[in-house]
């Protein structure tokens, strides 16, 4: 598996903003598309948002969507989620995750994920 690595989770009021990174380690990470997740305490892991190859096209989940944007630095090999206007409902762990396909929507599309980072939003 190649390791990924989020970061940048934390607490934060309603209404504001964090950005996640997720470093992919090798020189490969152009060859996957990408996806965040989240899963929150007691429930499924959720799709959040995914980016091809290329970073030419780009889907989220209804819930982050006018909120939320991913994007892909290949020549840093990370990937990146902008998550403005939070929510207390955001809260989650944040889960980077790469896949062969060329995109994905489902957690069982992807190959590869992080260990997670920690977002809570408080009211």
């Known amino acids: 598996q190649v390791p990924l690595v989020e970061s940048g989770g934390g607490l934060v009021q309603a209404g504001g903003s964090l950005r996640l990174s997720c470093a992919v380690s090798?020189?490969?990470?152009?060859?996957?598309?990408a996806g965040w997740f989240r899963q929150a305490s007691g429930k499924e892991r959720e799709f959040v948002a995914a980016?091809?190859?290329?970073?030419?096209?780009?889907y989220y989940a209804d819930s982050v969507k006018g909120r939320f944007t991913i994007t892909r630095d290949n020549s840093r090999n990370t990937l990146y989620l902008q998550m403005n206007s939070l929510k207390p409902e955001d809260t989650a762990l944040y889960y980077c995750?790469?896949?062969?396909?060329?995109?994905?929507?489902?957690?069982?599309?992807?190959?590869?994920w992080g260990q997670g980072t920690q977002v809570t939003v408080s009211s």
């Open positions: 090798g020189r490969t990470f152009h060859t996957y598309a």
């Open positions: 980016i091809t190859r290329s970073g030419d096209n780009t």
């Open positions: 995750s790469i896949t062969n396909r060329f995109y994905g929507l489902r957690a069982n599309d992807y190959d590869a």
